[in-house]
């Protein structure tokens, strides 16, 4: 299957989000995913960047990569940063249920992620630190043929 | 992020736009907080401009919502929330929490 894939590099602040929005919403344009498939990816991907700026790297810096790829009708988003081991299952899921006055402060990000997206999958190596993939099924609508896909298998 | 915000009789209104992410959100919390500081805690949020939020954008709401509401002193009130921005507001169960409003006139005739 032919693959769409483009990768920005940032070096890990907030004043980087920006960017990696633009970067997502540049790629959404291309790959032809429409409004709010486009807005639900800009989402997931602000949180997961979120969280690696402030957690993985705890707002001191540290750079990491964005990977948009088109997968036939998929557009799956990679987020691989070096910081501290990320895991989620030590953020409990917030009760939204709750009212606000008795619901602790945070657990928010890592929530609208999982719901924007189909698949949410945290991994972590030694050798390669925190990998994040996130896939959204059934948005792309323009053929990746029709973009020169880079041919980076690393 | 576009902030103006307007001192009506009976409370602040904020007129708010563009994309709130977590670059420019501390700045919306500070805005906030100064408006509070300034003895108002009666505010309405205008957010038909807005064209992005994220949980950071959610935090500062969250956050002057309930200094606004402590002690009864008043209230954050919403209003021309887009379909985006709706749909991020119901997913983390903030729709019902917040009262919120069609149309501006709405939200400040509710002061």
Redesign the interface.
Known sequence: MSVLKHELRVAGH?????LV?DFVAEMCHQAGVA??AA?DL??AT??A??NV?QHAYGGAGGEFTVSFEVRGPDVAIIVRDRGRRFDPDAIPE?D??????ERP?GG??L??MR?SVDEVRFDFSAENGNTLVMVKHNVATISPALEPAEQDDA | MELSTVDMKRCTLVRLGGRIDGSVAPELGSKLRAIMDSGRYKIVINMADVTYASSACLRELINAWKGCRRWNRGDLRLAEIPPNIDKVLDLTGLKTQFMSFATEAEAVGSF
């Open positions: 907030l004043s980087d989000l920006p929005m409004s709010p807005f800009q989402l602000e949180e960047c979120s700026i917030p939204v249920t709750v009212p606000l006055e402060v928010l990000g929530y609208l719901q």
